[in-house]
């Protein structure tokens, strides 16, 4: 993983990201980034992601397909601590949040930071759908937090985190559309057909549409690697490229995709990360994905 140097000028601005862009402290480091955790629900016990279940933990428990998994937006009190740490500390706030067509998380997060604002009226605040989800979301908060450790003001850092969220890919490789189909998330008629020629579906969500497309169904998963190659290169344009492969519980196939990616394109950044449990509730384990966009 390559990470950009973090200056010492103060921040004025602190990012907030919900759990499903999948960051964790590693990936954050110094940079004025809080993830609020979105909530789990797996075999009728709760969590709260990423605090007291890990991806490693919760893709053992769902090992069994039988397992029920259901996820729910982070609550208004989580976001309003968040907010209140921030705005405290003297910053202003970036509130990112996944699709709001997938999600309830963008309603939640304006309502709080409403209310958080009224008690702080010195204070500024804003909330952006990134119109994406997981790695895909990880690189609009990553770009916004690099910005705003520089000491960036509001809406230079809400411009930035805008620009590539307008320009940022997620693709993902299903190994099943078991989970998807119980939940309601693709027709009877895919699922079927994926379950009688064992496909491996490609779904992804282009910028500025903030919802899931079926991309190609291949029957192997080297075909669906194939494709998803062919993707990067196609929408790129062959410019230079900022990279985040994720995986759920496949961290060999995420590795030998990252490697094939740097290997063929001209990687800015290459970032490795599990895809958090609230995405791999409504997919199960095995899926592999990329998040990219062109260098600026």
């Known amino acids: 993983m390559q990470m950009d140097d973090i200056p010492d000028t103060e921040p004025t601005v602190t990012v907030i990201v919900d759990s499903t862009s999948s960051l964790t402290a590693e990936h954050i480091g110094g940079l004025p980034l809080e993830v609020v955790p979105l909530q789990l629900s797996v075999g009728g016990r709760g969590y709260l992601d990423g605090v007291d279940i890990t991806a490693d933990a919760f893709y053992q428990l769902i090992a069994d397909d039988s397992v029920p998994a259901q996820t729910a937006a982070p609550s208004p009190a989580s976001y309003g601590e968040a907010l209140q740490r ?42 952006l759908d990134s119109g994406t989800a997981g790695g895909a979301e990880a690189l609009v908060a990553l770009a916004a937090a690099r910005l705003a450790s520089e000491g960036a003001a509001l809406d230079a850092v809400d411009r930035r985190a805008a620009d590539v969220a307008g320009r940022v890919y997620f693709v993902g490789i299903l190994e099943s559309l078991r989970r998807l189909q119980r939940g309601g998330r693709v027709p009877k008629a895919a699922f079927w057909a994926a379950s009688l020629l064992n496909i491996n579906p490609i779904l992804a969500i282009w910028p500025g549409e903030g919802e899931v497309r079926m991309v190609a169904r291949p029957r192997t998963r080297a075909k669906a690697v194939e494709r998803v190659m062919e993707v990067i290169a196609e929408e790129s344009g062959g410019g230079p490229l900022r990279v985040v492969v994720m995986h759920a519980a496949a961290p060999e196939d995420a590795e030998s995709l990252r490697r094939a990616i740097a290997g063929r394109f001209a990687c800015v950044e290459t970032i490795t990360m599990p895809f958090t449990p609230v ?7 095995g899926l592999l994905g990329v998040a990219f966009h062109t260098e600026s």
Do not use: M, N, Q, W
């Open 86 to 127: 921030a705005f405290e500390s003297g910053r202003d706030v970036l509130c990112i949040t996944t699709t709001s067509k997938l999600s309830a998380t963008y309603g939640i997060a304006t309502a709080a930071l409403e209310g958080a604002l009224a008690a702080h009226p010195e204070r500024r605040g804003v909330v």
């Open 279 to 285: 995405i791999g509730a409504h997919t199960g384990p």
